[in-house]
């Protein structure tokens, strides 16, 4: 099956500083990536939406400027969390599809984010 | 607006069979899945109906009934490793995956 490979599985941070997460298609090529966030024993959010090659669509209150999305390659989606805040801590999880007409995910392993 | 709807929670005896209903209302529909999500863990993928009717696979079955707007996930023979909690998404006309809250389906001995 389609493997998508996120990482890190676990990060350490300080208020102010920014970390990045990365999200790979290991066998496929993603036309889109998804990035959630879950915060505990709540269901997924949706953040943003990525296409290849374009920006990202952000869901209705998400910070764009905080919250920033790469999607150079079909294989590599970034997220960075910009000036990290204890709130931001979460349970981050990207998705990927491989086409834009057959809807399954395929997630990552999730990032979980501390800041401290 | 979009909504999926799917009780919080509920406890099951190992062994048991247990059903999880999911009902929905999109705009557009181009599939549901339903993924299994261990706490601390991304969701894994457990079924996917596009047409109407029941999708067997293992002890797990997927129902759906496209003009009722309802779905369900119905679990056999319970294991204690089957409590997680259980996500109904739909994918609406965008192909866009609309997510339920999830149930959180607890086991007991």
């Known amino acids: 099956g389609a493997v998508v490979s996120q990482h890190p599985s676990r990060v350490i941070c300080k208020s102010g500083t920014s970390v990045k997460i990365e999200c790979r298609s290991l066998?496929?090529?993603?036309?889109?990536m998804f990035w959630y966030r879950q915060f505990p024993k709540q269901s997924l959010m949706l953040m943003a939406t990525s296409n290849e090659g374009s920006k990202a669509t952000y869901e209705q209150g998400v910070e764009k400027d905080k919250f920033l999305i790469n999607h150079a390659s079909l294989t590599l989606s970034t997220l960075t969390v910009t000036s990290a805040h204890p709130e931001d801590s979460s349970f981050y999880i990207c998705?990927?599809?491989?086409?834009?007409?057959?809807?399954?995910?395929?997630f990552g392993q999730g990032t979980r984010l501390t800041v401290v | 607006g979009q909504n999926i709807d799917q009780p919080t929670e509920m406890t099951a005896t190992e062994g048991a069979i247990v059903q999880i209903n999911c009902t929905y209302q999109t705009s557009g529909f181009n599939g549901l899945f339903w993924y299994q999500q261990h706490a601390g863990e991304a969701p894994t993928f457990l079924s996917y109906n596009v047409l109407d009717g029941l999708e067997e696979k293992g002890r797990f079955s997927s129902f759906l009934s496209r003009s009722k707007g309802y779905s369900y996930l119905l679990l056999k023979e319970l294991q204690m490793k089957d409590s997680a909690s259980y996500l109904c998404a739909v994918a609406d006309s965008n192909y866009q995956l609309i997510w339920g809250a999830g149930t959180k389906l607890i086991i007991k001995p």
């Open positions: 066998d496929f090529q993603a036309t889109t």
């Open positions: 998705s990927a599809r491989w086409d834009r007409d057959y809807p399954e995910a395929f």
